[in-house]
């Protein structure tokens, strides 16, 4: 899944100037994050038992096409699309389809606790890649968080002799999408219009949904049932990201991707309340021990610079 930006002022290690008002405003944007998150997963697992993930993707890139174009169009801004950087996008969109997928696949075989918590490794990613592909430093305290969060997928996902079962290592690799998926957004981001991205970012997945699912000659068209769950998970997709962006342009991202962390809690609640699955401590620690080692990265990234 592709995150938003931080703020500027938060680059460069100034905390912007945040009211009591404005937390409370990003505080109920990053809920709906949350909510928007958790029903595209629900969605999700309720469709893949027709559909397979590239027919879902096909389809949900079809529907956010719509959604964009239309989305543009009203607020008077489809002027904002243009057609530079077609690589780069396409760089971006492959390694987005790749985790999206992947996220598809991990949330119908193993728990959306266990897909959440594993989910949550992608900053780390984000942080050890960046050096290479940003030109950030890697410190010693972004190594350090890097094994914390990977000591907190052992304990989630508990590999056997064989290693991740096939869902667990599903959900890895998709949080590997997902941080390509960021690294590259932000380099998007210096020159593109989100508007413009989110417009590739259909468009293109749409193109690869349709390569993928039709390589077999056999694409399954939705029926009546499935359709308002793929209308679900097409505008979930988009009003999570524009939510966290909002949220994010209102409040430093130390106040603001705490509240993120509640999805797992609440994939947990979810999973019990209508899929019957088993509330596990052991799955609460690890993702505990995965959003500790988040909670350390964000701190050191908006902290102040010392005089």
């Given amino acids: 899944m592709t995150g938003p930006e931080t703020p500027a002022a938060e ?50 890139s079809l529907i956010g096409i719509c959604l964009v174009v239309a989305g543009g169009a009203v607020a008077g801004r489809l002027g904002q699309i243009r057609a530079r950087r077609l690589g780069l996008h396409l760089i971006r969109n492959l390694s987005h389809f790749a985790g999206q997928n992947l996220w598809f696949l991990a949330i119908s075989l193993i728990p959306l606790a266990q897909v959440f918590a594993i989910e949550f490794t ?34 989630v996902a508990r590999p056997g002799l064989d290693g991740l079962d096939p869902g667990q290592a599903a959900a890895a690799a998709a949080a590997i999408g997902f941080a390509g998926s960021a690294i590259f957004t932000k380099l998007l981001t210096r020159t593109e219009s989100i508007l413009s991205i989110l417009f590739w970012l259909t468009v293109m997945q749409a193109g690869m949904g349709l390569v993928a699912a039709g390589f077999d000659g056999d694409i399954a068209w939705p029926s009546a049932s499935i359709w308002p769950w793929l209308a679900l998970i097409g505008a979930a997709g988009l009003t999570a990201h524009m939510c966290l962006t ?53 701190r050191a990234q908006t902290r102040r610079p010392k005089a």
């Fill in 11 to 60: 680059i460069r290690g100034v905390q912007p100037v945040t009211d009591r008002a404005q937390i409370l405003k990003a505080t109920v944007w990053m809920l709906g994050a949350v909510v928007s998150f958790t029903s595209m997963a629900v969605a999700g697992r309720a469709v893949t038992l027709e559909l397979d993930t590239f027919e879902l993707m096909l389809y949900r």
């Fill in 122 to 155: 992608s900053p780390i990613w984000v942080a050890l890649a960046a050096p290479l592909l940003l030109a950030e430093r890697l410190t010693r305290l972004k190594i350090t968080v890097a094994i914390v969060g990977f000591v907190g997928v052992l304990i």
């Fill in 246 to 298: 909002t949220a994010l342009s209102l409040a430093p991202a130390t106040i603001v991707m705490p509240v993120d962390f509640l999805r797992l809690p609440v994939a947990a609640l979810v999973g019990a309340l209508f899929f019957a699955e088993a509330l596990d401590p052991v799955t609460a620690l690890g993702g505990a021990i995965i959003l500790a080692a988040n909670w350390v990265n964000i």
